[in-house]
């Protein structure tokens, strides 16, 4: 059974940006996602969100303004009378050469070393490539949706270097979806 579900943020909880999400209202939440978390919630399972904010690295925006969108997030998801149990996000450039900007799985094993939680009891859930390669590189589940980059991911993984990816993922249509198939998965 899947006891930890990991989140990734723009295009699974709320609506992504080319531009960024660089202040609290730029911040939009996708159709179902407070009550996917609530369901996660109501299962027992721990929920947490894993995300890349490299505008923090590129100098668009700074900590406490990430913080003050993660308040944002906060307060939609009290309405549904839930919140994630934490947010791990990677500040850094592309460039910077870290180990936490997925696809390097650094965000997930923290995750589940501070969660106590396995790779076979954590799924991963994420719009990009990069949150698919992050989940196996973690050895979690990898759970793709088709919000956000969702169908252009679903293109690549017709290549035949992510066949390994492909051969792992679930692919489902939102939060919502992913919420009712992790819960019976
Ligand atoms: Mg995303
Ligand atoms: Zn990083």
Same mark, same amino acid.
């Given at each position: 059974?899947?006891?930890?579900?990991?989140?990734?943020?723009?295009?699974?909880?709320?609506?992504?940006?080319?531009?960024?999400?660089?202040?609290?209202?730029?911040?939009?939440?996708?159709?179902?996602?407070?009550?996917?978390?609530?369901?996660?919630?109501?299962?027992?399972?721990?929920?947490?969100?894993?995300?890349?904010?490299?505008?923090?690295?590129?100098?668009?925006?700074?900590? %406490?303004? =990430?913080?003050?969108?993660?308040?944002? $997030? &906060? #307060?939609?998801?009290?309405?549904?009378?839930?919140?994630?149990?934490? +947010?791990?996000?990677?500040?850094?450039?592309?460039?910077?050469?870290?180990?936490?900007?997925?696809?390097?799985?650094?965000?997930?094993?923290?995750?589940?070393?501070?969660?106590?939680?396995?790779?076979?009891?954590?799924?991963?859930?994420?719009?990009?490539?990069?949150?698919?390669?992050?989940?196996?590189?973690?050895?979690?589940? %990898?759970? =793709?949706?088709?919000?956000?980059?969702? $169908? &252009? #991911?679903?293109?690549?993984?017709?290549?035949?270097?992510?066949?390994? +990816?492909?051969?792992?993922?679930?692919?489902?249509?939102?939060?919502?979806?992913?919420?009712?198939?992790?819960?019976?998965?």
């Amino acid at each position: 059974m899947i006891e930890l579900i990991l989140l990734d943020r723009d295009g699974v909880l709320n609506a992504d940006s080319a531009d960024y999400i660089k202040s609290p209202e730029e911040w939009h939440p996708l159709t179902g996602a407070g009550p996917a978390v609530a369901a996660m919630h109501q299962d027992q399972r721990r929920v947490a969100i894993c995300t890349n904010q490299s505008g923090i690295g590129r100098g668009m925006f700074d900590e %406490p303004t =990430l913080a003050a969108i993660h308040a944002k $997030l &906060a #307060t939609y998801l009290s309405k549904y009378q839930t919140q994630v149990e934490q +947010i791990y996000w990677c500040p850094h450039h592309p460039d910077a050469g870290c180990l936490c900007r997925k696809p390097a799985p650094g965000l997930l094993q923290q995750a589940m070393a501070d969660f106590k939680v396995e790779p076979s009891q954590t799924a991963f859930v994420g719009d990009s490539l990069r949150d698919l390669q992050a989940a196996v590189a973690a050895q979690c589940k %990898p759970v =793709l949706v088709l919000t956000g980059n969702g $169908l &252009a #991911t679903v293109e690549k993984l017709g290549e035949p270097e992510h066949a390994e +990816i492909a051969r792992q993922v679930q692919i489902v249509a939102d939060i919502g979806e992913a919420a009712s198939w992790l819960l019976n998965a």
